[in-house]
């Protein structure tokens, strides 16, 4: 064998190999590609999902928000609309005429005159109370109309104001009102 034909193997070889190295390193690169590029996919398609359920927190979240606030905007506005019920009730019984007033406090008055030394009155209905009773008049409360009687040492009072009246019954009616006005149940359900 004469060197040329030595060198020509050799370099023969070398390039088979070189090129065994060639296309095992362009695998190798594409199979780090491929891989690369899978990876990339799949943190895309997480972060895509975790994004898609963040929106859906956050949308339900607002959702619960919005809810919560018109709720809370509905009971203020039911809470104005009881106070002014009310306020428009107590000016009724306010402004009653006087017989039917009279009326009214005579039966106020026997009732206070169980347990009472002494009545109570506004300036108003100070006249009208003293004509309807024998208890002694204790003097003017600060009310709408009805009034307090009161036991001989002052340790006992029965509150027959129409203010107190009033507000026991609209608070023992508060259902019905609500119903009235609202056209809701107890829990707040549209009938």
């Known amino acids: 064998m004469t060197l040329e034909r030595v060198i020509e193997d050799t370099l023969r070889k070398s390039r088979e190999r070189a090129e065994e190295i060639r296309r095992r390193a362009e695998e190798e690169r594409r199979r780090i590609i491929e891989e690369a590029e899978r990876r990339a996919e799949e943190i895309k398609r997480r972060k895509r999902r975790e994004a898609e359920e963040t929106a ?20 203020k506005l039911q ?31 026997s009732e206070a005159e ?23 008049y204790g003097g003017n409360i600060d009310c709408v109309g009805g009034v307090i009687g009161e036991n001989s040492n002052g340790s006992l009072r029965i509150d027959l104001r129409y203010e107190t009246i009033f507000s026991s019954v609209f608070d023992s009616s508060i259902k019905e009102i609500k119903s009235m006005l609202f056209g809701e149940d107890e829990a707040g359900n549209k009938d």
Do not use: D, H
């Open 114 to 136: 169980r347990e009472s030394a002494r009545i109570y009155s506004n300036k108003k209905e100070e006249e009208l109370v003293k004509k309807l009773t024998e208890l002694e």
């Open 56 to 75: 859906k927190r956050m949308r339900i979240q607002e959702l619960s928000s919005a809810r919560i606030e018109a709720k809370r905007r509905i009971l």
């Open 79 to 109: 809470k104005e609309i009881f106070e002014k019920c009310y306020q428009e009730g107590l000016k009724a019984i306010s402004e009653l005429p006087e017989e039917r007033r009279e009326k009214i406090l005579r039966r106020l008055i």
